[in-house]
């Protein structure tokens, strides 16, 4: 069973019930500020923390005196515009303390969907966390519309994790765990410790959100604990509402881990190597070698572009030979590719007219 005490790169995912009180509508800072002593623990033994805060809209919703019924989108919007720069706030006052420095990152479905947008906040994700920066995550709900929202921050958290590589997923909720029927409304539920695999039985017992203020209950947990194991990460869902509860559950507080399926290096490699390529790097003998030995590919070991592709696209890499090395995903458009291919790397901005990266292919990009 996974620990979090283990965690190299943990994501955290922080329910709207957990930030502002059901009844009143305040915000519970005093669980922020053990929050971020939580957080700042796992910062100081090394491991990067990506927090998913939902909140906006219910504390939006409290400023701007609106009903806690449902709200028509517009509305949710602009609560969500109102409480999202206060929930940053928060955060970032709760972990300057500690001397950690806060990042807000807003992202839609379609960031994931589109690869090329994939890569660029895969990019960004990892230059904060390499700076030491904690990410606070949202949906960016005032520009998502119905057909492109992710509408729940667990499946948003999953997508989270796997994109920057988490090992370790925490869904800190106001349940203990994940149990065999909605334990609100039925009293002999019992909660599981450990779920190996999520079958159809597993997905039935799945719910619907107990509190007003939250969104996706049981069943969009279950999505995302698909989508993170199948990724090679492991999640845990645990009651959060206690003082420290990054603390309580290494302490040993109740809590439902559902196991990973694979590792996310291997995961990362078979989703490369699944892709339809759009065209071809032909690469050079010293490339070739490169590769092998587990480097990235630069400009400077291409020989030939065949195809065309845009930035972000899968392509094919191939030995001069013609014989085929393996797939990855290319940093260049094709035309681009053609330009800078046998340069090196310091040569490239002159030839683009703009800085551009210096690899082609990304080693963590590329299945060989
Ligand atoms: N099988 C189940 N096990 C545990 N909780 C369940 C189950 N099915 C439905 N639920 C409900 O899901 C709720 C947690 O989800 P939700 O209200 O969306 O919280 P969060 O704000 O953490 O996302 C629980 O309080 C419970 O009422
Ligand atoms: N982006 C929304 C998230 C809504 C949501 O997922 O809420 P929850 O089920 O409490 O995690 C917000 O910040 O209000």
Same mark, same amino acid.
């Given at each position: 069973?996974?620990?979090?005490?283990?965690?190299?790169?943990?994501?955290?995912?922080?329910?709207?019930?957990?930030?502002?009180?059901?009844?009143?509508?305040?915000?519970?800072?005093?669980? &922020? !500020?053990?929050?971020?002593?939580?957080?700042?623990?796992?910062?100081?033994?090394?491991?990067?923390?990506?927090?998913?805060?939902?909140?906006?809209?219910?504390?939006? !919703?409290?400023?701007?005196?609106?009903?806690?019924?449902?709200?028509?989108?517009?509305?949710?919007?602009?609560?969500?515009?109102?409480?999202?720069?206060?929930?940053?706030?928060?955060?970032?006052?709760?972990?300057?303390?500690?001397?950690?420095?806060?990042?807000?990152?807003?992202?839609?479905?379609?960031?994931?969907?589109?690869?090329?947008?994939?890569?660029?906040?895969?990019?960004?994700?990892?230059?904060?966390?390499?700076?030491?920066?904690?990410?606070?995550?949202?949906?960016?709900?005032?520009?998502?519309?119905?057909?492109?929202?992710?509408?729940?921050?667990?499946? &948003?958290?999953?997508?989270?994790?796997?994109?920057?590589?988490?090992?370790?997923?925490?869904?800190?909720?106001?349940?203990?765990?994940?149990?065999?029927?909605?334990?609100?409304?039925?009293?002999?539920?019992?909660?599981?410790?450990?779920?190996?695999?999520?079958?159809?039985?597993?997905?039935?017992?799945?719910?619907?959100?107990?509190?007003?203020?939250?969104?996706?209950?049981?069943?969009?947990?279950?999505?995302?604990?698909?989508?993170?194991?199948?990724?090679?990460?492991?999640?845990?869902?645990?009651?959060?509402?206690?003082?420290?509860?990054?603390?309580?559950?290494?302490?040993?507080?109740?809590?439902?881990?559902?196991?990973?399926?694979?590792?996310?290096?291997?995961?990362?490699?078979?989703?490369?190597?699944?892709?339809?390529?759009?065209?071809?790097?032909?690469?050079?003998?010293?490339?070739?070698?490169?590769?092998?030995?587990?480097?990235?590919?630069?400009?400077?070991?291409?020989?030939?572009?065949?195809?065309?592709?845009? !930035?972000?696209?899968?392509?094919?890499?191939?030995?001069?030979?013609?014989?085929?090395?393996?797939?990855?995903?290319? !940093?260049?458009?094709?035309?681009?590719?053609?330009?800078?291919?046998?340069?090196?790397?310091?040569?490239?901005?002159?030839?683009?007219?703009?800085?551009?990266?210096?690899?082609?292919?990304?080693?963590?990009?590329?299945?060989?």
């Amino acid at each position: 069973m996974a620990a979090l005490s283990d965690a190299r790169r943990v994501v955290v995912k922080i329910g709207s019930a957990l930030l502002v009180d059901k009844e009143t509508g305040a915000f519970r800072d005093a669980w &922020l !500020r053990g929050m971020a002593e939580d957080v700042a623990r796992l910062r100081a033994r090394g491991a990067d923390v990506v927090l998913v805060s939902s909140g906006s809209i219910a504390l939006g !919703r409290g400023v701007l005196g609106l009903p806690r019924s449902d709200l028509p989108l517009e509305q949710s919007q602009a609560a969500a515009a109102v409480g999202q720069i206060r929930l940053a706030r928060a955060w970032e006052e709760g972990l300057a303390p500690h001397g950690i420095t806060t990042a807000q990152v807003l992202v839609t479905l379609e960031d994931s969907a589109d690869r090329r947008r994939y890569l660029n906040s895969r990019a960004t994700m990892e230059a904060l966390l390499a700076h030491g920066v904690v990410p606070i995550v949202n949906e960016n709900d005032t520009v998502a519309t119905d057909e492109i929202r992710y509408g729940d921050n667990d499946r &948003l958290a999953a997508q989270v994790a796997v994109t920057v590589g988490a090992d370790q997923l925490i869904l800190l909720s106001d349940v203990d765990g994940f149990y065999s029927g909605n334990p609100a409304l039925d009293a002999g539920a019992r909660r599981f410790d450990v779920i190996e695999r999520i079958t159809p039985e597993i997905e039935a017992m799945a719910g619907d959100a107990g509190s007003g203020l939250s969104k996706g209950g049981m069943k969009t947990k279950i999505l995302a604990a698909k989508t993170a194991t199948a990724a090679g990460c492991a999640m845990a869902i645990t009651e959060g509402s206690g003082v420290k509860p990054l603390s309580a559950l290494e302490a040993g507080a109740p809590v439902t881990w559902f196991t990973p399926q694979t590792d996310p290096h291997t995961a990362r490699k078979r989703w490369i190597a699944a892709m339809k390529p759009r065209g071809a790097l032909v690469v050079d003998a010293g490339a070739e070698t490169a590769l092998t030995a587990g480097r990235s590919l630069l400009p400077a070991g291409v020989a030939n572009v065949e195809g065309s592709f845009g !930035r972000g696209d899968p392509v094919a890499i191939k030995t001069v030979g013609g014989a085929m090395l393996g797939y990855g995903l290319t !940093r260049y458009t094709a035309a681009e590719a053609r330009a800078i291919r046998g340069h090196k790397s310091n040569e490239i901005e002159a030839i683009l007219g703009y800085p551009g990266r210096a690899v082609l292919i990304h080693r963590d990009d590329m299945a060989l």
